[in-house]
Structure formats: C-alpha cells, structure tokens
C-alpha cells in the first residue's frame, strides 16, 4: 500500500498564529490527497481534497480562507490553518488513494494542532 | 439513520479471546469495504479491503460481508494486547477515494 508521511506529528501555537502540515507521498505519485479532521471518540471527517496543479474542493462547511491547501506537486501536499484559535485544536490527518481505481486510503500518522 | 453506524464501545477482552466487531450501513450503493486500525495518536491503519460479499482472512483477521443485510464485521482470533486501538469500519462506492464514509470506531482493550 501507499506510504504516507505526515510532519510535523504535534504542535503547540498561540492563538492568531498559523500553522503548516505537511503530507508527503513516499512510493507514488498522488495527483490527489485528502484531508481529515478528527475529534476525540468521533470519525474521521473529510476536510478537503487536494489536487495537484489546481484548487482544493472543499466539503461543505469546512473554511478555505482558514484551512489552505496547496498541492505544489505530485508528492507534497500542504494544509496551514490560518489565524489558529482554540476551536482548530483536533487531530488533522492526510491520506493518499491508490493509484488504481477503487484504491483504498492510506493515511499519515496525524498531526496533533493545540491552539492555547 | 446515519450512514454507518458503528458500536463506539469501549470493549474489553481477555487475551486470547475471539473478538467481534461490526457496523451496518445504509447506503446500498457502497461496494467496497475497509477496516482500519488506530493507534492512540497515529493515523489510521488498512488492516482489510474487500469487496465482495463473504469472508477474507488474512493472519488472525477475518472480515466478513453481507451485502444484502448492510452489514460488516471483522473477527479477531487469539486476540493480543497489542490489538488494543480502535477499530474504524469504512466503505465506499466506486471512485477515486473521494467517496469513503468512515464509521465512529469501536475501541478495543484486550487485557492480558
């Protein structure tokens, strides 16, 4: 399966400050990726899909002023959460599609976001 | 009814144990069927991917579907405290990924 790598894995940042994910695909060219936000004891929720050379589709109620994502390439996408407040504080976690159809996910290891 | 539903648990067994864990779903049109593992504080692990209806097994896993009741499951046997995570059913329709409905997840422990 695919090999997702997702830094940093925790991150402290004071309120109003922004922060930047990145998610990198190690053994195939994703021209798509995914972002999910997880609470704690609840599912994971779609965020964004990331395309590689165009706009991120965004799920519905999810901020794109607030959460920008930027697929500059075909291995590394990037999620920064603009001016963080305390409400960001979750558990943001990227995955990657096989390269066939129907390929299941496969997910980086999170990235644990504390606005103090 | 949500899409998948999915028992959040949490549930204990001893090691050794014969562990159950199941979702139902709603929407006919999913054709593929995952489980994942979740480590506390890590990102979700493909332990199985199906597709069809009936059983696949893969070590001390087995997954099971049953298409025409809506209904998943995933078996552990001779289960090890390393298994304690939780445990996310997920499916799909036919795509590029951007289809997947994950359920809650059932947390795990298994106590030696």
């Known amino acids: 399966g695919a090999v997702v790598s997702q830094h940093p894995s925790r991150v402290i940042c004071k309120s109003g400050t922004s922060v930047k994910i990145e998610c990198r695909s190690l053994d195939f060219q994703a021209t798509t990726m995914f972002w999910y936000r997880q609470f704690p004891k609840q599912s994971l929720m779609l965020m964004a899909t990331?395309?590689?050379?165009?706009?991120?589709?965004?799920e519905q109620g999810v901020e794109k002023d607030k959460f920008l994502i930027n697929h500059a390439s075909l291995t590394l996408s990037t999620l920064t959460v603009t001016s963080a407040h305390p409400e960001d504080s979750s558990f943001y976690i990227c995955s990657v599609s096989g390269s066939s159809y129907n390929s299941p996910l496969h997910f980086g290891n999170g990235t644990r976001l504390t606005v103090t | 009814q949500k899409e998948v539903e999915q028992d959040p648990g949490p549930l204990s067994v001893p090691e050794g144990a014969i562990v159950s864990l199941n979702c139902t779903y709603s929407n006919s049109a999913f054709q593929y069927f995952m489980w994942y593992r979740q480590y506390s504080r890590k990102g979700p692990e493909l332990l199985m991917y199906t597709y069809s209806s009936g059983n696949k097994e893969d070590g001390r896993f087995t997954a099971q579907v049953d298409k025409s009741s809506k209904y998943i499951s995933l078996f552990i046997r001779d289960s090890q405290p390393s298994d304690s995570a939780t445990y996310l059913c997920?499916?799909?329709?036919?795509?590029?990924?951007?289809?997947?409905?994950f359920g809650p997840g059932t947390r795990l422990s298994v106590l030696p």
């Open positions: 997920a499916m799909s329709v036919p795509g590029y990924g951007q289809n997947f409905v």
């Open positions: 990331s395309n590689e050379g165009s706009k991120a589709t965004y």
